[in-house]
């Protein structure tokens, strides 16, 4: 089946830092999502992108997908204890989600 | 959020005693889908629906079965629970190409 691998699996930053995650594919992605789950909740859908060398913005979040589509990234700008959770790429393939691990962001007050 | 409930949100069982969980939209949605969530692994699809009826397995299917009878209502059996069933299961739906949206979880304690 298909892989989709998330880095870093964790990742610290005092309030204020940028943080970024990546998704990488072996193989061309035909699109990618984003969601963010909050400690205790449930997945969020944040965006999707399906053009090669895409960028999206939303306030302080950037969504890049790459211009080969085998990976994608999200960051965070000026990062807010808001921000707090883990954020998960998956793509959508012939009816199914396929996600990454998930990276998990601690943001230090 | 999309109207999507499930049910028990919390169960604690035996080994080897059958457990089912529930998921209910109210979105007419075509797809559903049931998640297993543990730490490490992110979200593994366990089984789909694409219709009334119409289902396929996901990547860890196995020890689980579904059954959709109505667009509504989703079940996922667990025929023989075990420990390594523990887990948090997530059910999600989506009218096609589009984001899932997820119900709130179901947190199942195999002993």
């Known amino acids: 089946g298909q892989q989709v691998m998330q880095i870093p699996q964790y990742q610290h930053v005092q309030e204020g830092e940028d943080f970024t995650t990546y998704c990488n594919s072996s193989?061309?992605?035909?699109?990618i999502q984003w969601y963010k789950q909050r400690p205790g909740g449930h997945p969020v859908f944040l965006i999707q992108?399906?053009?090669?060398?895409e960028v999206k913005k939303q306030k302080r979040l950037t969504f890049q997908f790459g211009e080969a589509k085998k990976n994608s990234s999200l960051h965070i700008t000026a990062t807010q204890t808001t921000d707090v959770g883990t954020y998960f790429c998956?793509?959508?393939?012939?009816?199914?989600?396929?996600f990454g691990s998930g990276t998990k962001l601690n943001v230090k007050p | 959020d999309a109207g999507i409930t499930q049910s028990p949100r919390h169960k604690v069982t035996e080994t080897g005693t059958p457990v089912t969980l529930r998921c209910h939209q109210t979105?007419?949605?075509?797809?559903m889908y049931w998640y297993r969530q543990d730490p490490g692994h992110g979200l593994r699809l366990i089984h789909y629906?694409?219709?009334?009826?119409?289902?396929d397995k996901g990547e860890v299917s196995d020890g689980y079965s579904v059954s959709r009878s109505k667009t509504e209502d989703f079940l996922l059996t667990l025929e023989s629970a075990t420990s390594s069933q523990t887990s948090v299961y997530f059910c999600?739906?989506?009218?096609?190409?589009?984001?899932?949206?997820f119900g709130p979880g179901t947190r199942l304690t195999v002993l």
């Open positions: 999600a739906t989506t009218p096609g190409l589009e984001p899932q949206y």
């Open positions: 979105e007419n949605h075509r797809y």
């Open positions: 998956a793509e959508y393939n012939f009816n199914k989600f396929y």
């Open positions: 629906s694409y219709g009334v009826k119409d289902t």
């Open positions: 193989t061309t992605l035909s699109n």
């Open positions: 992108l399906v053009k090669s060398g």
